[in-house]
């Protein structure tokens, strides 16, 4: 009599171990399914998309995007409305948004989110996110979940020192009224980042495109 009740407390033992095993793997399926859900939202929230595109042009608008940026996004689309274009204007806004769109770091979600390609000569945009991402953009960590806290640079301020035109001059490119445009860069916090830049633009087909970054 005795040994059956034993087994019979043995077996509510297993029951009770079994049902305790059931409900700490239910609880442990639940909780990584959250997780999961919740980092797929946040990684989804992080997605960069274009929120505006010009038309007969290639310039568009990220939803990332600065203050600063849309402003001479703006601008940029109200000069290429007008049937004659100021191509000094054209170039100067061309040089603005390239410098704030690619010294601005701190609205990119990885290395590999390389800005102001748009304004980058078509043939050369490979060559030049390549370069970026082992250069300039090399140490950006992931923002993919929104959590990053790396102190990264934002442009607050682009004034344009000078335009000339100029004589330009490399593989498939060739321009006698290329135009050089120097860019100073004023940052939100002084971290140490290019304070002037200066870019090298070419016509192509009704286009300026950017061929060169000193």
Not at 7 to 14: E, F, G, Y
Not at 51 to 74: F, G, W
Not at 122 to 140: C, M, N, P, T
């Amino acid at each position: 009599m005795e040994k059956k009740t034993n087994t019979k407390r043995k077996k509510k033992k297993n029951r009770s171990f079994v049902v305790w095993l059931i409900a700490f793997l239910v609880v442990l399926v639940v909780g990584i399914g959250y997780y999961c859900y919740r980092e797929f939202f946040s990684h989804a929230g992080q997605a960069v998309t274009v929120v505006s595109q010009m038309e007969d042009y290639p310039y568009y608008l990220n939803s990332n995007a600065t203050r600063i940026y849309k402003k001479y996004y703006k601008e940029l689309e109200k000069e290429l409305e007008d049937k004659r274009i100021d191509e000094k204007n054209y170039v100067s806004l061309l040089a603005r948004l390239f410098a704030i769109d690619f010294y601005t770091l701190s609205n990119k979600v990885s290395n590999q989110d390389v800005g102001g390609v748009q304004f980058v000569a078509s043939s050369l945009v490979d060559r030049f996110r390549a370069e970026a991402s082992d250069g300039f953009y090399k140490y950006i960590e992931n923002n993919f979940n929104g959590k990053r806290k790396q102190d990264l640079p934002e442009i607050k301020q682009v004034d344009i020192s000078d335009v000339k035109m100029t004589s330009y001059e490399k593989g498939e490119f060739q321009d006698s009224s290329a135009y050089q445009v120097m860019v100073s860069l004023t940052y939100v916090e002084d971290l140490d980042y290019p304070e002037t830049v200066t870019l090298t633009f070419v016509h192509q087909n009704s286009l300026l495109v950017l061929v060169k970054v000193d």
